[in-house]
């Protein structure tokens, strides 16, 4: 059977992809989106998820915002408590108006998704077995079980466990990787959500809340890697949030959903092998500290359609070449910030390292007591600028 022609295939149909597919389907550029999973299974993925601001611009320059990010409330004020005393911080006033905006992943693929083929986009799921061929060659192609398509570019959507990286040559890439020695017990309950996002520092541990809508709030504890916190009884779980929250009062409500996330990070330099690029997960993982990892992902795709389009239309291939190192500056960047936040809140209450206990301290402080340190962290919080250049 003769392969198929399109101008480009993604493969996976997560947030990197389904960003990518639209912002190419807004300039003109025909693709084709190839997913493993079953539809009902991508658009039910629970992730958390906020938009930054400067993520709400890209889809903003394409005509997606409302699509995707109307009428999700913004970020207000964060709170972090120490030791049960808490502080605010106004991080969209800090950064000059330009708030985030709480947007769950599965609710923003499910927006791309339905605006894809709405738009006439070519989707398809559960296909088995994707395979790229010829990358290093003018006109690759990608293999799928029952289908073959021929293609200037592979964009590669599909996350850390994708095949996509796995199509490189190991000799042509340098990874990095790194164990942050933290873990996370995540809990949805039944929870009447916080006036604002909270973070709670403590000797006893690390904790959070986050609202899930007015009356679901979706916990954070800090656990000992090698434990399985998802073991612990339903008692033991709210005892140990009222403790770290330093909130007494807190209701136990219905636990619907138990996870642990390790925190690790993971870097593939460079991001590009011949006609295939990686975006995304498929090129690095951060922590959920700063809430940068769809971000990155939205960047990403942003800044590979911009590539593709110049190449198409006006046969000027600098920004593919660009590509990869303009993402991998931003990466590096966001790797560094999240792991700085990282250590602050985690530090800040551990009694075992006290001096790097009152290093991370300072940092709080600073951040609450400097204008101009203040400022650093909400420009970060917000999204720092998108360019090839």
Not at 69 to 89: C, F, H, Q, W, Y
Not at 180 to 206: E, N, Q
Not at 242 to 248: F, H, K, N, T, V
Not at 328 to 357: C, I, K, N
């Amino acid at each position: 059977m003769a392969a198929a022609e399109t101008t480009v295939v993604i493969i996976g149909a997560g947030p990197a992809g389904m960003s990518l597919a639209n912002f190419l389907q807004r300039r003109g550029v025909d693709c084709v989106v190839l997913e493993a999973r079953d539809r009902a299974y991508v658009e039910g993925r629970q992730r958390a998820g906020i938009i930054d601001h400067r993520a709400e611009q890209i889809f903003a320059e394409f005509g997606l915002a409302e699509q995707v990010a109307g009428g999700a409330p913004l970020e207000t004020s964060l709170e972090i408590r120490v030791d049960g005393v808490p502080r605010l911080i106004d991080v969209p006033e800090l950064s000059g108006g330009r708030p985030s905006r709480l947007v769950p992943q599965q609710l923003m693929v499910q927006r791309l998704i339905r605006s894809f083929l709405d738009g006439g986009g070519d989707l398809r799921f559960e296909a088995r077995d994707v395979t790229p061929h010829g990358l290093d060659g003018d006109r690759p192609r990608v293999t799928y079980q029952g289908g073959e398509l021929s293609c200037s570019y592979v964009a590669g959507c599909d996350g850390f466990h994708g095949v996509s990286r796995r199509s490189i040559p190991e000799e042509e890439l340098t990874t990095y990787s790194f164990d942050h020695g933290i873990g996370w017990y995540t809990v949805l309950a039944d929870c009447p959500a916080p006036r604002y996002p909270l973070m709670a520092v403590s000797r006893h541990g690390f904790a959070a809340q986050f609202a899930r809508g007015p009356h679901a709030s979706r916990f954070y504890l800090q656990y000992r890697p090698g434990e399985d916190p998802r073991q612990w009884p339903d008692e033991h779980t709210w005892d140990e949030l009222r403790l770290r929250l330093g909130d007494e009062m807190l209701p136990a409500g219905r636990i619907t959903g138990r996870e642990v996330v390790d925190m690790r990070s993971f870097v593939a330099e460079p991001m590009a092998y011949g006609r295939m690029f990686l975006v995304g997960d498929a090129a690095h993982i951060i922590t959920p500290m700063g809430a940068k990892g769809m971000n990155l992902a939205i960047a990403d795709a942003y800044l590979l359609a911009r590539a593709i389009v110049a190449a198409e239309r006006d046969g000027d291939a600098a920004g593919l070449a660009a590509y990869s190192p303009a993402c991998l500056r931003r990466t590096w960047d966001y790797q560094e910030f999240s792991r700085w936040y990282a250590e602050m809140v985690h530090f800040a209450g551990d009694d075992s390292e006290p001096f790097r206990r009152r290093l991370a301290l300072a940092r709080l402080d600073r951040l609450f007591d400097s204008p101009a340190a203040g400022a650093a962290f909400a420009d970060l919080m917000a999204g720092t600028e998108v360019t090839l250049g």
